[in-house]
């Protein structure tokens, strides 16, 4: 009897145990399917560490088994009854679903990031470009600039040569004993070829006083007096044009329109105090504008003196010590001119004195128009240093611009 009773609670304690191992098992799985093989490989020690079953043993649990088969029926039905479970999550899985999650995050991210890069290179690509061609467009202008001042250099290294020319002309052929005879102008001349009528006017006129022989802008003057004989051939050349003989000139007619000239230079008024045929022009450039072109057509006053057929002789006059002056003094037969010859011969006795005379003339104008253009090229090779630097600055910063775009445009093109 108690050897029946002590079999029926091993049985009983063997049934406890298999059924809350099971309830364990099952609720590892639910948390983590490792637990599976640790639990097997728990069982199979456990098994493997037990010690073998004596025949009392298994009898008991064998009678245990057998006589309480109905209760153990019930326990596996209700243990066996399906259950709706929720997805099983373990380790295993939460790590697959992030590793997925992750995969794809990281896929977008860098689509967007390559996107984003692409984004920025285009425009600083875009930005690199714009300073290339701005780059190019300074060089070009400094390169157009460095022309023209090179072309103005050269324009004024050839005006400076010139005048470098004519200054060492001047001083070769001045001659300080011909001074004098430049400073004398045309009583000089007078002098030289005898001519006392000429002499005798100049210096017996009042008018001699507002006179300046030596000033080459008063009409005493050589430089004036030899312009002056420029304009007499003209008149001839007008006269001869509209058949009239031509007039001559005298040392006395060019005295007194080179007196009258300093008078209406010094006055501004028309006062002729020969009573001699006179045309002036005051303030212009060419007299024969008023007194031929303008009057020709109306036969006025001025055009007629030039061509009137009764005059015989002229002495003309130029200034522009007081702005410029112009004017001629005709006269007829019966007049005392003194002696007259044709204007042709009175060119030549005069350039023959003007060429010994002009080597007293100051080379003092001649050194100051040299000295002018010498400081006008050296300001023109000053800017063409500064033209040379600009140029090569930006010749440096267009070099740079197209590195940065060539690279940037690379850096696109990697990135499409």
Known sequence: MVRSSLKLWIGIAVIVVVVFSGLLIKYSLRRDPLSIERSGKSLSEKG???PENDGLTTDAADVVLSTDSDYLTTIDSVESQPEEE???????????????????TTTKSTKDVKEEKLKKAKKELEAASEKFDK????????????EDAKSRRDQLQGEYDNAKSKYEESKRNYDESQKE??????????????????????NDSDLVALANMGDS?????????KRSIDYLNFINQIRKAEGKPEVKVSCKLMALAALNNDLYAADNSNSNPTDLDEDLAIGFDDPFTIWYYDEKDDEGGNYLSLVNEEHIAAGFAYSHKNGNVHNVLFCDKGYDAGRMMPVSEFAEKFNAYYETA???KSYSGAEEAMKHAESALNSAKQAVTDKEKAAQSASSAYGSAKTVFEQKQNAVD???
């Open 217 to 225: 802008a008063d009409a005493t003057s050589l430089e004036c007096m």
């Open 135 to 146: 780059a190019g467009e300074k060089l070009d202008q400094c390169n157009q600039a460095l």
């Open 86 to 104: 929720a997805p099983v999550v373990t380790q295993s899985t939460e790590k697959v679903d992030n590793r997925r999650k992750t995969e794809t």
């Open 358 to 360: 002009i080597k007293g």
């Open 414 to 416: 990697e990135l499409e």
């Open 181 to 202: 005879n430049f400073n004398k102008g045309m009583l000089g001349f007078f002098e030289s070829i005898g001519d006392h009528k000429g002499i005798e006017t100049l």
């Open 48 to 50: 493997d560490g037990m």
